[in-house]
């Protein structure tokens, strides 16, 4: 069973931002200033030149392109661990079957031998017998 393939639909400027009187703005980046003090780390045009003056962003288109690429990546990985799972399960499968040959193998042999066995058993009592009859009531034709 394979994995469905991951879809992201996931698009950064899709998010209108949180801070007040900028709802209807979307999304543009993300501060990555380390000095930043402020919580929210979205940004809006307006949140650059209001909150985030000066500090470190990356674009919101740059994040999704990072985002792709490691969705694709992903993915790449996905299908090899599918292709490796279901070999796995190929060999698994040839090991059972030899192994089920080999037990049937094995009791056919274990069957015969004790069918012999038990054959050659009845063949020397038969013959025990024939010559405790014989010893105890022998015959009239050899008188």
């Keep these: 069973m394979n994995a469905p393939p991951i879809i992201n639909d996931f698009k950064l400027n899709n998010i209108n931002c949180f801070e007040e009187n900028h709802q209807n703005n979307p999304i543009v980046g993300i501060c990555i200033e380390q000095t930043c003090n402020i919580e ?5 045009l307006d949140c650059i030149f209001d909150k985030h003056n000066g500090h470190f962003g990356i674009k919101s288109k740059e994040i999704e392109e990072i985002d792709n690429k490691d969705l694709k990546e992903n993915n790449n990985l996905i299908e090899t661990l599918n292709q490796k ?8 499968r040839n090991k059972i079957d030899e ?5 049937n193998k094995y009791i056919e042999e274990l069957y015969n031998n004790i069918i012999k066995t038990v054959n050659e058993n009845i063949k020397l009592n ?3 017998l024939n010559k405790i009859i014989e010893e105890y009531f022998p015959s009239k034709n050899k008188e």
């Excluded at 929210?40 to 809006?44: I, S």
């Excluded at 192994?99 to 037990?103: D, R, S, V």
């Design 126 to 128: 038969e013959g025990n």
């Design 99 to 103: 192994f089920k040959i080999k037990m």
């Design 85 to 92: 799972y279901n070999e796995f399960k190929k060999m698994l």
């Design 40 to 44: 929210n780390k979205f940004m809006c």
